[in-house]
């Protein structure tokens, strides 16, 4: 019986999910492991795309820009970005750069539009001040950027509004030869840059008279209306020589504010945007998106009159980023879908002064409200991997909140667990082609889809093991490339995956006592990991850790895990369950099946856990 009881587990075990114990005949060694297993690599599906978006240039080359601001023209959408090359923590951008896509997934670089230097904008005081700007389409066909850049003495200095004119919407764009809004034109506060980050809405009102509206400001915020021209500010108070600012109606420029605003305060980077019915019209209210308080977070406001310039405060939409001090949104409608774009620094070497556009869909409350929108590392077009340890728990970061404080950044050294309950928004993972190499299809990064931009990093090891933290790619050094790779293997257990670190060859990931660690002595079953695909193909919902019993051994039901895999590709832990554990016989040797009941989706399951008792002396052998 003996005999035939060790062939059948050997079958559960080699074939099935490998959840149980096992009793190897002799200790399995590290040498053991490497012979055995060193070229049985296993390629995971890995996710090429995903967020960031953009980030590259013609020859595939990462390409730093933020700012985003997008343009929707007939059936392509064009999003332009601020280039970015400082090799430090400050700003330093040549040109503005414009993308495009047909579909929101497949992108492809276009130009530069146009350079920030004082050939092409003879009124800019240096050639690196590429602040942000957004491309509006006029009724004569044309296309006109309205953009931030530093300006010269002879024009006021500090920063002010330009804009430049194309036939195209991918450029090139010709400056006007002015500034549209001097800083000298508004009133000053304690620095020369309140007149940056401009924004362009443009409609027409019951009466068919079109109306162009621009927007702008950094810790204060303005309105003007255009004219017909595009390229100048329309007279509102019959005093055409001279711009006039105030807070009513009547004045060229408008001074805002925000009501009810619960303690946060306007920082920069407005954008406008109002919903459009099926036919195109637009109603309700106006919207307006910005960047608020410091780490930057995301958040808009609304109005009836956009031109009253006063808002009521809607919420904020987005934490600080993981990885970038600012961020700048562009919001707009592709295809009966809404879009929300934004930067972040998960680039490698990434920063606020290194940016990369990201993008989200968001959709708006029947009462025009807005829930917040969630950074992830997949985007529209990345996947998102579970991955479980031999006993079904999840590998997660520990739950942390993206802080204001500049002082926690950059984020590095996090720790990760591996928990059945942890929090679903940290136990999802974007499987990537491997940074210090992506040509080799069995090497993989492993990118926080919660905290994007931040990867599973390999810690330096003493006495045979290491730390494996959450950090980001700050240096984008090879160091940081190795440490953030891993080599796929067959699960050394049978079944899954096994992740060997490149940085350290013989150290492979495991998971012991809720820790993801890093060893080179560790035991088939604790270096063998399920990723989501593999996770599919199981035939139950139910784990069970434990499944080998002596006779007279009390059946405990504490180590039950259920979870289910939802068409729409989440995970939902199941709570509360009954079994039938007191109807098993534990004093007869044997094959039993212990029943599990629960219920999901309104729906009653039942899923079987083969458990197997043999007598005590047979444990011993």
Not at 426 to 447: L, N, Q, R
Not at 512 to 524: A, F, I, Q, V
Request: aromatic letters at 12%; proline letters at 4%; a negative charge.
């Amino acid at each position: 019986m003996r005999k035939k009881l060790l062939a059948g587990l050997l079958s559960v075990m080699i074939g099935g999910c490998a959840y149980g114990q096992f009793i190897f005949a002799k200790e399995i060694t590290t040498a053991d492991m490497k012979s055995t297993y060193e070229v049985k690599t296993k390629t995971l599906n890995k996710s090429e795309s995903g967020n960031p978006f953009l980030g590259f240039d013609e020859n595939g080359e990462i390409l730093y820009g933020g700012d985003p601001s997008v343009l929707v023209d007939g059936d392509t959408v064009y999003c332009y970005v601020g280039h970015d090359v400082s090799p430090g923590e400050w700003y330093s951008m040549p040109d503005w750069k414009c993308y495009s896509s047909k579909d929101m997934v497949n992108w492809e670089y276009e130009s530069t539009i146009l350079k920030a230097d004082r050939s092409n904008i003879t009124w800019a005081n240096d050639d690196l001040s590429a602040w942000a700007g957004q491309v509006a389409k006029g009724s004569n066909g044309k296309y006109y950027f309205y953009y931030c850049t530093e300006t010269n003495r002879a024009n006021g200095g500090g920063k002010s509004i330009g804009v430049a004119v194309s036939e195209s919407p991918t450029g090139p764009f010709k400056d006007i030869g002015k500034p549209l809004v001097k800083n000298i034109d508004t009133p000053n506060g304690p620095h020369t840059w309140e007149d940056i980050d401009p924004t362009i809405w443009i409609e027409k009102d019951d009466d068919g008279a079109e109306h162009r509206y621009l927007g702008w400001g950094n810790t204060r915020f303005f309105i003007c209306e255009l004219n017909e021209n595009m390229i100048s500010i329309k007279d509102q108070d019959g005093n055409p020589d001279k711009l006039s600012v105030g807070f009513d109606k009547g004045h060229d420029i408008v001074i805002g504010k925000i009501n009810n605003f619960q303690g946060h305060t306007f920082t920069e980077a407005p954008y406008y945007y109002r919903m459009q019915d099926e036919s195109g019209n637009y109603y309700g209210p106006y919207y307006m998106f910005f960047a608020c308080d410091w780490r930057e977070q995301l958040a808009y406001a609304t109005t009836e009159d956009i031109m009253s310039n006063e808002w009521e405060f809607g919420g904020v939409l987005m934490e600080p980023s993981a990885t970038a001090n600012t961020n700048h949104m562009a919001v707009f409608d592709f295809r009966g879908q809404s879009y929300f774009v934004y930067h972040d620094g998960s680039l490698p070497h990434g920063s606020g002064y290194r940016r990369a556009a990201c993008v989200e869909k968001f959709n708006f409350n029947k009462d025009g409200t807005i829930d917040p929108i969630k950074k992830t590392a997949i985007g529209l077009s990345g996947t998102a991997s579970w991955i479980t340890d031999n006993d079904g728990n999840y590998i997660a970061n520990k739950s942390f909140i993206n802080t204001m404080n500049d002082g926690d950044y950059p984020i590095l050294g996090k720790e990760l667990v591996s928990d059945f309950y942890a929090e679903e928004d940290t136990c999802t993972w974007e499987i990537k082609p491997g940074k210090a190499d992506k040509k080799k299809a069995e090497y993989v990064s492993i990118e926080s889809n919660d905290k994007p931009g931040l990867y599973l990093t390999a810690g330096k090891p003493s006495k045979g093991t290491a730390n494996v933290v959450l950090s980001q790619d700050v240096q984008g050094s090879d160091d940081e490339a190795l440490r953030m790779t891993f080599k796929t293997l067959e699960g050394f257990d049978g079944t899954g995956v096994t992740f060997e670190s490149v940085k350290y060859p013989g150290y492979y990931l495991f998971s012991k006592g809720g820790k993801l660690l890093l060893g080179n002595e560790p035991d088939k079953k604790a270096v063998t990991f399920y990723v989501s695909t593999d996770l599919a193909v199981k035939t139950s919902n139910t784990l069970k850790t434990k499944r080998m019993y002596s006779v007279g051994e009390t059946l405990n039901t504490d180590d039950i895990k259920i979870q289910m895999y939802m068409e729409n590709g989440k995970v939902v832990k199941i709570m509360n369950f009954t079994t039938d554990a007191d109807k098993i016989d534990m004093m007869k040797e044997g094959t039993k099946n212990l029943n599990v009941t629960y219920e999901a989706g309104g729906q009653s399951y039942t899923d079987s856990i083969e458990i197997t008792v043999v007598t005590a002396d047979y444990l011993r052998k």
